[in-house]
């Protein structure tokens, strides 16, 4: 069950970060940034309110936590984005499924030979489906560093979430979503940025940002229930959704590399759940 959680949080996270790439497209990232962290806060109470069984200040503060690792990704995936998005993107998405995944072991989760074998292949899925063209591309010190800290912020924010009782979920969800749209909002304030985005970005925006925290409600099960190695590897395949939707939706061209990854992450995913 846990394995069918953390799928479908990748589904669901591979669908908002198309629309999340069409609404940036569409208007000014501050702006969708604002947008979306709001919305996020307000999209996580009903499944708080509706879904947990209890309500603890400690989970409460952990998921805030959580919420500031995953604020720095983001800040950190941005920045690198803007100088070398081909390098920083693979190499976030590895760092952020490889950190969860030692920490588990390291904590004494086990898993099968094929188990630890899918999981090799999951994180080369992610490089592969991440870095269309990756093996042309001179990696640059910058966008390791950005790529890195980006997979660091992601990846502890995981680990973090982990550390919560499985009886208040939601609420960890919510307060992970409600930190950073305090933050950015505080940031609006004074920010030279519009906070305001266009109006054919926002129903995209809206999209991403439910998809976003249904995604994360359905991994936090997912942790509950299972393992926190294989639920973060597995959440972590969403790319190979997103260039799909692409693919669909757009007609874009999925590279050699793309493609190899897409297979790798299908076998993958077969591996880890027999396994």
Same mark, same amino acid.
């Given at each position: 069950?846990?394995?069918?959680?953390?799928?479908?949080?990748?589904?669901?996270?591979g669908v908002a970060a198309f629309f999340g790439?069409?609404?940036?497209?569409?208007?000014?990232?501050?702006?969708?940034?604002?947008?979306?962290?709001?919305?996020?806060?307000?999209?996580?109470?009903?499944?708080?309110?509706?879904?947990?069984?209890?309500?603890?200040?400690?989970?409460?503060?952990?998921?805030?936590?959580?919420?500031?690792?995953?604020?720095?990704?983001?800040?950190?995936?941005?920045?690198?984005?803007?100088?070398h998005m081909v390098s920083v993107a693979p190499?976030?998405?590895?760092?952020?499924?490889?950190?969860?995944?030692?920490?588990?072991?390291?904590?004494g989760e086990q898993l099968s030979l094929v188990?630890?074998?899918?999981?090799?292949?999951?994180?080369?899925?992610?490089?592969?489906?991440?870095?269309?063209?990756?093996?042309?591309?001179?990696?640059?010190?910058?966008?390791?560093?950005?790529?890195?800290?980006?997979?660091?912020?992601?990846?502890?924010?995981? @680990?973090? $979430?982990?550390? %919560?009782?499985?009886?208040?979920?939601?609420? !960890?969800?919510?307060? =992970? *979503?409600?930190?950073? #749209?305090?933050? @950015?909002? $505080?940031?609006? %304030?004074?920010?030279?940025?519009?906070?305001? !985005?266009?109006?054919? =970005? *926002?129903?995209?925006? #809206?999209?991403?940002?439910?998809?976003?925290?249904?995604?994360?409600?359905?991994?936090?099960?997912?942790?509950?229930?299972?393992?926190?190695?294989?639920?973060?590897?597995?959440?972590?395949?969403?790319?190979?959704?997103?260039?799909?939707?692409?693919?669909?939706?757009?007609?874009?061209?999925?590279?050699?590399?793309?493609?190899?990854?897409?297979?790798?992450?299908?076998?993958?995913?077969?591996?880890?759940?027999?396994?």
């Amino acid at each position: 069950m846990s394995n069918a959680l953390a799928l479908s949080s990748a589904l669901l996270w591979g669908v908002a970060a198309f629309f999340g790439g069409q609404a940036a497209r569409r208007t000014h990232l501050f702006s969708l940034l604002a947008l979306d962290q709001a919305l996020a806060a307000i999209f996580a109470l009903p499944f708080a309110l509706l879904l947990a069984e209890e309500f603890l200040v400690r989970d409460f503060l952990i998921g805030g936590l959580s919420g500031l690792f995953g604020s720095a990704g983001v800040a950190f995936f941005y920045l690198g984005l803007r100088t070398h998005m081909v390098s920083v993107a693979p190499i976030t998405g590895v760092v952020s499924a490889l950190l969860p995944l030692l920490w588990g072991l390291g904590i004494g989760e086990q898993l099968s030979l094929v188990q630890l074998l899918g999981t090799c292949l999951g994180l080369l899925s992610i490089l592969l489906v991440s870095g269309q063209g990756f093996e042309k591309t001179k990696l640059r010190l910058d966008s390791i560093i950005n790529g890195v800290l980006a997979g660091t912020g992601f990846g502890f924010g995981y @680990i973090v $979430l982990n550390s %919560t009782t499985p009886a208040t979920a939601p609420w !960890p969800i919510f307060s =992970a *979503r409600l930190v950073p #749209a305090v933050l @950015i909002l $505080l940031v609006a %304030t004074k920010a030279p940025w519009p906070t305001k !985005p266009s109006k054919n =970005a *926002r129903v995209l925006i #809206a999209g991403a940002s439910f998809s976003d925290v249904f995604a994360a409600v359905l991994f936090l099960a997912a942790l509950n229930q299972g393992l926190l190695s294989t639920s973060s590897l597995l959440s972590n395949i969403h790319p190979a959704v997103t260039v799909l939707l692409a693919r669909i939706f757009l007609s874009e061209r999925v590279s050699p590399n793309q493609g190899l990854g897409l297979v790798a992450a299908v076998t993958s995913i077969s591996m880890i759940t027999i396994g």
